[in-house]
């Protein structure tokens, strides 16, 4: 027998139906729709990621081991990328500060490695060199910068065969000083110096970037180490990461005065999401970032601002901006505060291009300059793992008497010392 429903039940069924509509209708954010369109319209470039950091970390460089397209442990995978409508990614090559002195160089040259290798290697990603490569890409950008002035051991010919490998931006300091400019930080005590934080090397170091087309990076340098290239690069510079010391007054972040010279000089400061930069503490939202947006477009305006990040650089970031993939959340959260789609396309996308399309006009008009000889005295490197280049003498302590031809650094000597010390210990 079929059993029909009677009238009250589609009666209530349809009154479901309506409610549910209309739930659906009122909980829908009318800017969500907005961002999403802006987002696809101009893909973000983010210019700072330490994702390369991670893969030395969680799984000693061994791309093998990993699924590019979902990472656990990280903040960054190339779903998440997609999901953060992020077009372009600035990798950042990164060694720590304490391997200054000793093997940064090959650090780093295996960090540019593995950089290069996910972003040749996988389908979705793809590695540019150029502005107009950047802008004509229609995968995931990746552009590769080292963070840390110390990756070059103070060598004009090793920043030089960076750039040959793909380098195109270079922070001048990290957590440490370096033998040539000054960092924000005092986590080391190397390289300390009077009213110096730029030297005549570090003069040489920012020209000789500005010859070849390399980005200008001075986040993690101090403020005075800022205002010192700001007055010697030709070319436009950048904070890759660096948020408003006004709305949080830590080191690592730009006063206004120096935000000025940045404005003047055509360069950009791109927001760092760490809740530690942006709200001096350990707990932040997207309107703590937020903040520093409003901050920074009332003092230089939005054609000044950027997005870097910073994920999987640092361990705490705000509620809904996690990963990667919640910068439509930030978008949204700018948009309701009206900023327009021309201050947006700027900060997405446009800005950044602008500054990389300035800084190649700059490496054109310098064409037919010839690179750069100057070279650091070793006694300001203090380097003992830099080899002597002379002739052997027998009469030399550093001298190996086993008829070598050559003249061991003393870096040699101490690691065999500092091998054999546990030695000692146990024989005791």
Not at 211 to 225: A, E, K, Q, Y
Request: proline fraction near 4%.
């Amino acid at each position: 027998m079929l059993w029909i429903p009677p009238r009250s039940v589609f009666q209530n069924l349809g009154t479901h139906l309506i409610l549910c509509f209309l739930c659906g209708m009122m909980s829908a954010d009318p800017t969500t729709e907005t961002v999403i369109g802006l987002m696809t319209k101009y893909p973000l470039i983010d210019g700072h990621n330490d994702l390369a950091l991670k893969m030395r970390i969680l799984y000693n460089n061994q791309l093998s081991q990993v699924d590019l397209r979902s990472i656990n442990k990280v903040a960054t995978d190339i779903n998440r990328l997609k999901t953060g409508h992020v077009g372009a990614q600035v990798f950042a090559a990164y060694v720590l500060c304490a391997s200054q002195k000793k093997d940064a160089v090959r650090l780093t040259l295996e960090q540019i490695d593995l950089i290069r290798r996910m972003c040749t290697e996988h389908p979705d990603l793809e590695l540019v060199t150029s502005a107009k490569g950047l802008n004509s890409t229609k995968k995931i950008a990746c552009l590769i910068s080292i963070e840390g002035g110390h990756s070059i051991d103070s060598s004009l010919p090793t920043l030089r065969m960076f750039y040959q490998l793909g380098v195109r931006s270079m922070a001048l300091t990290h957590t440490c000083n370096t033998p040539w400019a000054e960092s924000s930080s005092t986590i080391y005590d190397v390289y300390q110096r009077e009213n110096d934080s730029l030297t005549d090397f570090g003069k040489d170091v920012v020209k000789e970037m500005n010859r070849l087309g390399m980005i200008v990076d001075l986040s993690h340098s101090s403020w005075s180490t800022a205002r010192a290239v700001l007055q010697v690069s030709k070319a436009p510079v950048i904070f890759s990461h660096s948020s408003a010391h006004s709305v949080c007054n830590h080191s690592r972040n730009v006063p206004d005065d120096l935000l000025h010279k940045l404005k003047e000089k055509r360069g950009l400061i791109m927001v760092n999401m760490h809740s530690k930069f942006v709200a001096c503490q350990h707990q932040a939202d997207v309107s703590t970032v937020a903040d520093h947006f409003t901050h920074l477009r009332k003092v230089i305006g939005a054609e000044s601002i950027g997005v870097g990040g910073d994920f999987d650089g640092a361990v705490e970031f705000p509620l809904g901006l996690e990963d990667v993939s919640k910068y439509p959340t930030l978008i949204q959260e700018l948009v309701k505060r009206n900023w327009t789609e021309k201050e947006l396309s700027g900060v997405l996308r446009l800005n950044f291009l602008r500054v990389f399309e300035e800084v190649e006009k700059e490496r054109d008009r310098l064409k037919g300059t010839l690179p750069s000889e100057a070279q650091i005295p070793l006694a300001k490197v203090e380097n003992p793992c830099r080899l002597v280049l002379r002739h052997p003498n027998k009469q030399d302590p550093q001298f190996s008497r086993d008829k070598s031809d050559f003249v061991a650094p003393m870096c040699l000597v101490w690691r065999i010392i500092v091998t054999l010390i546990p030695c000692f210990l146990l024989i005791q």
